[in-house]
């Protein structure tokens, strides 16, 4: 195992992090992390309760007064140094992803410099946060619009990504000079405290970044806390879309400023123009990264009628020879684990379920035996819109197969979700690429691509997949508030 020659004990924390502080939870309570493929407990961190987040939220409003005012050159310093210890012990925080979230270890270690990235991305924008000087309405006035960081900035965020969900978000809000108190998911605590080891190293002031640990149980109380506390100004939450919707109306309360990534429903249409190995190539990394656990994996894939049965013949053949499910540090290992038991019961239904009404498995459909939350690669024909395995999110590693006649059927199909997350299609008709593009709702698009998320662009969904967007030059004003300044001069 390749963790073995890693120095993983030395960045794996079983404290949270508050005001440049390694500390236990008020009630002295621990809850226990595990690893996903064979069920070995980790370790423990603090199972801290509404007010641990309390006192977490006071320390990053009283260094949000000194914070806020540090140059941003000061700022975008701190970040690169961040990054490049980031880059530094990569190894190190890829075997804790691995460890306790299961993906594979090349995965993990891609997932750290997709992380790493946003912390150098964020860097540079820091000293761009530029407003403008505008044009008065009367001789003696004059007016400009500045931009200044909203303030305290809760987050809460879920464990598919436990390194760059945090990172995506404390990069933007860091730059713009805000202050953080965040809750990771409780599945992948170790990951954030890593984090937060690395950002005093690199100089962030206690206060700064906070991160408060917690078990489900107290997700919900601290979740309040942070939408009801008036020392908050903004909630960024990644996850479900029913917590999304809790905490949107939670937030009601306060007027809080939030930013929500929530799910997807992605359709990944296949043209009969489409260059059938490129959209082989292009299904399999949207659709099987992460074992189908991403937000933006293809959900329904919708194949036109000329080159359907060519498509999951394909499928069935990649899906045989390039997949191979299990522990994430087996050398050649691409399917982990699912990130538990719950997971492994909802995939499996939604497969019976699709079966029952009429899908055939071409390959898979069944859990993988032995220990560990493991389902196999999984290929279903002859799915149709209705059935539950295309109207709801499998996070999970099954490519449905939808057949559709016209380009206009498939854009219905396609836009007939409450999601607008990603959506992919290949195509090698120019015309049919603009038209089909301009007519997706959804927030990304990739057109003869299925890799289209990096720092430099943007990240976010239309409809029920959420509001405000991360990443890109746009990332950073989710965290930043316009202010109009008029002089008037005599
Ligand atoms: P997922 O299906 O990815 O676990 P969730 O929305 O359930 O998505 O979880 C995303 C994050 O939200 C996790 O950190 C989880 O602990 C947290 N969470 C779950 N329920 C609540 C809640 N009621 N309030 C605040 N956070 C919550």
């Known amino acids: 195992l390749r963790m073995a020659s890693t120095n993983v004990a030395a960045l794996q924390k079983d404290k949270a992090y508050v005001d440049g502080k390694w500390v236990s939870a008020k009630s002295g309570k621990t809850f226990e992390v595990t690893n996903p493929s064979t069920g070995a407990v980790l370790g423990s961190v603090p199972d801290m309760d509404r007010s641990d987040a309390q006192a977490a939220v006071d320390a990053a409003y009283k260094s949000f007064q000194s914070w806020k005012t540090t140059l941003p050159k000061e700022r975008s310093d701190i970040l690169r140094r961040w990054f490049e210890l980031c880059v530094k012990h990569k190894k190190e925080l890829a ?3 691995t460890l306790e979230m299961g993906k594979s270890y090349p995965e993990s ?9 946003f912390l150098e991305w964020y860097s540079e924008e820091a000293r761009r946060t530029y407003g403008h000087v505008t044009p008065s309405s009367a001789q003696n006035k004059r007016v400009m619009v500045i931009k200044q960081p909203v303030g305290v900035v809760a987050m809460i965020t879920p464990w598919n990504f436990p390194s760059a969900m945090l990172t995506r978000k404390m990069g933007a809000a860091l730059a713009a000079g805000c202050t953080v108190v965040a809750r990771p998911a409780e599945d ?5 405290l890593a984090l937060c080891q690395l950002a005093e190293q690199a100089g962030v002031p206690p206060g700064v970044v906070n991160v408060v640990t917690s078990s489900r149980d107290n997700a919900s109380p601290i979740g309040k806390e942070f939408c009801e506390n008036p020392l908050i100004s903004k909630i960024s939450f990644t996850g479900s879309c029913n917590v999304g919707k809790t905490l949107l109306s939670q937030c009601a309360s306060t007027v809080k400023k939030t930013s929500m990534e929530l799910g997807g429903n ?13 959209a082989i190539q292009g299904v399999m990394f949207a659709k099987f990264r992460v074992t189908g656990q991403t937000c933006i994996c293809a959900n329904r894939i919708l194949v036109q009628e000329g080159v359907y049965d060519k498509f999951v013949q394909a499928l069935a053949k990649a899906i045989d020879s390039q997949l191979k499910v299990g522990d994430g540090f087996e050398p050649g290992v691409t399917q982990g684990p699912l990130i538990n038991k719950r997971a492994v019961d909802k995939v499996e239904s939604l497969v019976n379920s699709s079966v029952d009404q009429g899908a055939k498995v071409v390959v898979g459909g069944t859990r993988k035996e032995g220990a ?7 290929l279903l024909r002859d799915v149709t819109t209705e059935m539950s395995v295309s109207t709801e999110e499998i996070f999970g590693p099954v490519a449905a197969c939808i057949k559709f006649k016209t380009e206009e059927e498939a854009v219905t199909i396609a836009n ?13 008709d120019i015309s049919q690429s603009y038209r089909v593009s301009e007519a997706l709702e959804f927030g990304m698009v990739g057109v003869n691509e299925s890799a289209m998320t990096s720092p430099e662009t943007t990240f976010g969904g239309w409809k029920e997949s959420g509001l405000g967007t991360e990443g890109g030059k746009y990332g950073i004003d989710e965290y930043l508030a316009l202010k109009n300044i008029c002089y008037g001069i005599q």
């Open 372 to 378: 560990g939350n493991f389902y196999n690669p999984t």
């Open 416 to 428: 007939s979700t409450r999601y607008g997350l990603a959506s992919y299609f290949y195509t090698n």
């Open 109 to 117: 270690e891609g997932e750290i410099a997709y992380s790493a990235n």
């Open 266 to 278: 992605a359709p990944f249409i296949v043209f009969d123009s489409a260059d059938v190995d490129k």
């Open 95 to 97: 075997t804790l992803i």
């Open 188 to 192: 992948t605590p170790l990951s954030a």
